[in-house]
């Protein structure tokens, strides 16, 4: 009896990292872009490899797991992501090392200051909100930086004090397309849909919507999904179904 895996929801692969030794950082978190393109050095072979396969040709979720990162000593958890903290920037270090594997890590300045690193806790206020500092609300299902015309290649997490009956939820694009007719794929490939900007660039400023966008780009072989379930809505009627 065969298979067909396309039948089955794409899994990212998996990859340990418990023998990866990660050096104590000098300098700011400034300094540590460069450090981390030199830390790769001391990444486990195997690791390495994986993050260079993946790098070349992603898989059909679209995401590689890396268990056992060390993330050694935490202070308490602040009570928003800017209060002040003794944590070193080793776990800082790990993140971009993995990043500069993949390319050149970049921030966008209206969110955190552009901080390319940002420290994300959960703050009471926004305990039911739609932002990375919720923590009683599923975040719905997004591309990350949906509105930006430069959105980010890749977005790496790295979980430093987890609620152990929290979840991370993926979605693949290849899943997704596989479901659906080419009428529902059609309207899905034309700009007829509009997402608002993420709650975190606004800084106080009212919200839009940007121009007409397709949710497809892309062949179906290699495609490419643009949507936010918060925050995209439809251009012009008949492409709400």
Known sequence: MTTDVHTRPATPDVVGAAAWAVP???G??????LEAGLGARQLPLHVDEALLRFASGSNRAGALLV???PIGPLPATPVTPS???TKGLSTELALLTV???LGQPVGYRPEHGGRIVQNL???AVDADTQTSTSSRSNLMFHTETAFHPFRPRYLLLLC???DPSATTTLASVHDLIDRLDDDELRVMSQPRFRTAVDASFLNGRA???GPPHPLLTGTRDEPTFVFDADLTTVAEPGADA
């Open 83 to 85: 209060a002040p903290t």
């Open 28 to 33: 700011d978190l400034d300094d540590l872009v």
């Open 160 to 162: 430093l004090r987890g």
């Open 121 to 123: 806790v959960p703050v």
């Open 99 to 101: 990043a500069r594997r």
């Open 207 to 209: 919200n839009v919507a």
């Open 24 to 26: 104590r950082p000098g």
């Open 67 to 69: 268990r056992n990162v």
